[in-house]
């Protein structure tokens, strides 16, 4: 499991940096965090103000983004 953490982790920072293409494994990964992070935070409240860094919520934004034809 720590093995898979990290992957998720080092796919997020590649995509960030830009030293992989922003796809649906970023996505996916994103989620994979996201999803560990809420639940850390309904365990104990001392995780309740971590959050995502601005360059993780702008690509929160970008799969949320609504593409206008």
Same mark, same amino acid.
């Given at each position: 499991?720590?093995?898979? !953490?990290?992957?998720h982790?080092q796919?997020?920072?590649?995509s960030?940096?830009?030293?992989?293409?922003?796809?649906?494994?970023?996505?996916?990964?994103?989620?994979?965090?996201? !999803?560990?992070? %809420?639940?850390?935070?309904?365990?104990?409240?001392?995780?309740?103000?971590?959050?995502?860094?601005?360059?993780?919520?702008?690509?929160? %934004?970008?799969r949320?983004?609504?593409?206008?034809?």
């Open positions: 499991m720590i093995g898979s !953490d990290w992957n982790r796919i997020l920072k590649e960030i940096s830009g030293r992989r293409a922003v796809d649906e494994r970023t996505f996916a990964s994103l989620e994979i965090l996201t !999803d560990r992070l %809420e639940r850390l935070k309904k365990l104990d409240k001392v995780f309740s103000k971590v959050t995502f860094s601005p360059a993780v919520r702008e690509l929160v %934004e970008r949320n983004a609504v593409p206008v034809c």
